[in-house]
């Protein structure tokens, strides 16, 4: 069993900011934890704008705090998510992120992440795998 609070992945290499700094993310579980999904908690800051395409992740995003606008960039259909709100990205879709307000969620990802990820010029994560165990 693991127990894991937010508070103690803080400083470590579990809590993740962003280059462009708009957004930093805890990472709760991990691939190495080989449960076969990651679980995060991530805040976007306020009058920010995040465009990310998940290429290699399905990820699902509950908001637990905050309002954003998202923008599906494939059809231009926009969402207003506020507490309660989840949105599933089961098609790989490029999306951007306008939080109104610092915007805090809880996501999944599958595959699960290693916690080395960045966006890069696309926003989109690599596949990356844990090394194997010797």
Known sequence: MIV???KELEGTDRH???ATGTWESKR???AREKVGFS???TVLYAG???SMWYANHIEAVLCVEGEAELTDEETGEKHWIAPGTMYLLNGHER???RPKTD???VCVFNPPVTGREDHDEN???PLLTEPEEV
């Open 103 to 105: 915007f805090r969620c």
């Open 4 to 6: 894991r609070s937010l």
């Open 39 to 41: 679980l995060h908690e």
């Open 16 to 18: 993740v900011k962003a």
């Open 48 to 50: 920010t704008e995040t």
């Open 123 to 125: 926003g989109v994560y």
């Open 28 to 30: 709760i579980v991990l």
């Open 95 to 97: 999306h951007t992120l």
